[in-house]
Nanobody, 124 residues
Framework: HVQLVESGGGSVQVGESLRLSCAASGVTDSTTYTYIGWFHQAPGKEREGVAAIYTGGGGTRYADSVKGRFSISQDNNKNTVYLQMNSLKPEDTGLYYC????????????????WGQGTQVTVS
């Protein structure tokens, strides 16, 4: 199993930036997961994928709503995946979860088996 802990959330103004971190511990090799995704859940809405990275090769994918503003990266030495969020908008407000899985469906929540507790981002 793998445990995921998100950090870096906070309250910012429109146009500002935040960097979220997702630290993995436990069994962190490819037998447990090969993709890490970031998901956003706005108040009263379903969770949706915003960015994902293939940990084996570094390939990435983004939701259209964040392309050009968000960037996902990984530090394999630290077993940590980051989500750099720039030019934040009020609609980016919500809980951000990271998730790990081997499903290969990038931004689909059902492809991920392990989830963190989430970190709150508020943009006003």
């Amino acid at each position: 199993h793998v445990q995921l802990v998100e950090s870096g959330g906070g309250s910012v103004q429109v146009g500002e930036s935040l960097r979220l971190s997702c630290a993995a511990s436990g069994v962190t090799d490819s037998t447990t997961y090969t993709y890490i995704g970031w998901f956003h859940q706005a108040p009263g809405k379903e969770r949706e994928g915003v960015a994902a990275i293939y940990t084996g090769g570094g390939g990435t994918r983004y939701a259209d709503s964040v392309k050009g503003r968000f960037s996902i990266s990984q530090d394999n030495n630290k077993n940590t995946v980051y989500l750099q969020m720039n030019s934040l908008k009020p609609e980016d407000t919500g809980l951000y979860y990271c998730a790990a899985g081997r499903g290969g469906y990038w931004l689909r929540a059902t492809a991920y088996n392990y989830w963190g507790q989430g970190t709150q981002v508020t943009v006003s």
